[in-house]
């Protein structure tokens, strides 16, 4: 009885991470997509300590100090909201997340422009949004080559053209903004504020396909080499890095739009950035009021 | 290292690009091949065992090398120990190279690179940044991103 009980595998089971792989992500010379230092409060403690912060894709490192050859941790940030709050604390901001009993990370940073820009780059940085904007570009310079007859660089790597290309708006939306009336102002990325976005892609809701990623002639294996496909492409215009794969919606279910020079997907990223800009222009002549 | 293991958690459950029971086997000396649930959520290669709920563990695919090693197996290697490699093994050849396909692509690190030659390419057939064009200033970037043109 008591043998059965040890060998049961418990629940609390902490999940395995390839964590020495993590570490050396965030310490090799793979590009930082920005560092500094912010204040980290304490999980118990209530404290503010000072961290060497280093932000690299969805992943935020932090470190004792900067010269530290190792993170102390890692907040994994896809998913997350970033918002500005109510704090003793100058310049303070939270990263928050939207699954049950998660911890609210609270930061502060250095300085007016500190936060604001710490508070942007973490909004930005989920793998979802970078997918977004991929597929936006992908689709503009498809497009392109098409009107001017040009030999598809982006088109030679889709299979056959009788495949409705689809993509989620939804699912991948970045910031819904939600200007509060007091001094609150919010970066809000849950998926559940995309609802503005997934409307307009139900209404043109199109069967999901399964995502047909071809193969370009660029070789698989080369996840680590140091020809970046980018560079050696701009050089003999010809080889493109692959299609980034596709992905449903996590509301369940399968809204997606068709690629079209006219689909809502295009309107969609337009408006979405068009009013990501006059959400930022808009906090930032409120912070400068309040000043 | 700390880590949020909530959120990996809630990441696990998502959606997935890829998703299939595979033999997998662990980059040490002694380890041996098990079934597992192997799923693809944006740069996360999770694995469970068979009938759980919750993975056993994640792989965060940056930094990292996809093989192919035989007609229906492949390998996951990363470049601080790219000697040690977690091996997948497939039902075929074709689930195998799919595979391959999928994570090569998995990673920040590579949408990156895609963005960039996107983004050059068009500036070069418009001589407009189309990020520009959609309201995306510099700043927006993530940061490596502002000096590719």
């Known amino acids: ?291 | 290292m700390r880590f949020n293991e909530k959120e990996l958690l809630c990441i696990s459950k998502q959606p997935s690009e890829k998703a299939a029971e595979l033999g997998m086997r662990g980059p040490k000396k002694g380890d041996v091949v098990k079934r597992r649930l192997v799923k693809l959520v944006i740069n996360f290669l999770f694995y469970f065992r068979t009938d759980e709920e919750e993975p056993a563990g994640a792989l965060l695919l940056e930094q990292c090398k996809v093989e192919q090693e035989e007609p229906m197996a492949f390998s996951v290697a990363f470049l601080d120990e790219s000697e040690k490699k977690y091996l997948f093994e497939c039902e075929s050849s074709e689930q195998c190279q799919e595979w391959v396909e999928s994570l090569t692509r998995a990673s920040y690190e590579f949408m990156r690179r895609s963005l960039m030659f996107y983004r050059s390419e068009i500036h070069k057939l418009t001589g407009k940044d189309p990020l520009e064009q959609y309201g995306i200033s510099e700043e927006a970037l993530p940061g490596q991103l502002s000096k590719t043109l």
Not at chain 1, 77 to 89: A, D, K, W
Not at chain 1, 190 to 211: D, I, L, M, R
Not at chain 1, 241 to 260: A, D, H, I, Y
């Open chain 1, 1 to 291: 009885m008591l043998l059965r009980f040890l060998l049961q595998k418990p629940k609390s089971d902490k999940m395995k991470l390839n964590e020495r792989s993590v570490v050396h992500y965030a310490t090799c010379d793979s590009p930082a997509d920005k560092t500094g230092h912010l204040y980290k409060k304490g999980e118990r403690n209530t404290a503010y300590h000072r961290r060497w912060f280093v932000l690299k894709g969805n992943m935020l490192f932090y470190f004792e100090d900067k010269e530290s050859k190792e993170p102390i941790g890692v907040i994994i940030l896809e998913g997350c909201t970033v918002e500005l709050c109510e704090s003793m604390e100058e310049y303070a901001f939270a990263v928050k997340f939207s699954c049950a009993k998660s911890r609210t990370y609270k930061m502060a940073a250095e300085s007016q422009a500190g936060m604001e820009s710490w508070v942007k780059a973490l909004s930005r940085a989920s793998f979802d949004y970078m997918r977004l904007v991929v597929h936006e570009l992908e689709k503009q310079l498809e497009e392109m080559q098409t009107l001017h007859g040009l030999p598809g660089t982006a088109r030679s790597h889709k299979k056959s053209s009788g495949r409705a290309k689809s993509k989620s708006i939804s699912a991948a939306a970045p910031a819904v903004a939600t200007l509060a009336k007091g001094p609150q102002a919010t970066y809000n990325r849950s998926q559940e504020e995309t609802v503005h976005f997934a409307t307009t892609a139900k209404e043109n809701g199109v069967a999901w396909n399964k995502p047909n990623v071809v193969l370009n002639g660029l070789c698989p294996t080369n996840q680590g080499s140091k020809t970046l496909p980018g560079e050696s492409c701009s050089n003999d215009g010809t080889k493109p890095p692959p299609v980034p794969p596709r992905r449903k919606t996590v509301t369940g279910g399968v809204t997606s739009t068709l690629e079209s020079p006219v689909s809502p997907g295009t309107v969609c990223f337009s408006k979405l950035h068009d009013w990501y800009g006059k959400e930022v222009t808009a906090l930032r002549t409120q912070w400068q009021q309040d000043q």
